[in-house]
């Protein structure tokens, strides 16, 4: 869950850059606006388009890009929820059926107790060790 909320975090800090950058810039139209807008946000994740508002900044005699665009952002949390309920979820299965001989606790600890032990041999995958 830490891991996907560091994400969405990112992300948001990367949508609100762009962002900046489009509150900037001038459209010719209305459509090119709200295209450039959707394409943008189209390649977060987590982050969708809640509304989008145009602005007139001038004629279009002036400057050939009389629009500019305002817009919400909000998070989408249908992908946010379907990816918390992911989000850290993994199978521990056993041939070990008695739940005396082996707790489920016991069985998480003694599983995550084998890193430690994969660790210690990552050595031998080294080609460098025998030479």
């Known amino acids: ?16 850059k762009k962002l900046r950058t489009l509150k900037s810039e001038k459209f010719a139209c209305v459509p090119d606006a709200e295209t450039a807008t959707r394409k943008l946000l ?9 509304e989008i508002n145009f602005q007139s900044v001038g004629s279009k005699s002036d400057t050939g890009f009389p629009y500019a665009v305002q817009f919400e952002v909000g998070l989408r949390e249908s992908k946010i929820s379907l990816e918390k309920k992911r989000a850290g979820r993994f ?11 082996l707790t489920t606790e016991e069985m998480l600890s003694k599983y995550k107790g084998q890193q430690s032990v994969e660790r210690g041999f990552r050595f031998k995958e080294d080609p460098n060790h025998f030479n």
């Open 1 to 16: 869950m830490k891991s996907l909320e560091k994400k969405i975090q990112k992300e948001r800090f990367e949508v609100d």
């Open 42 to 50: 189209k390649k977060f994740f987590s982050h969708e388009l809640k």
């Open 91 to 101: 199978i521990l299965a056993t041939n070990v059926l008695d739940k005396i001989e």
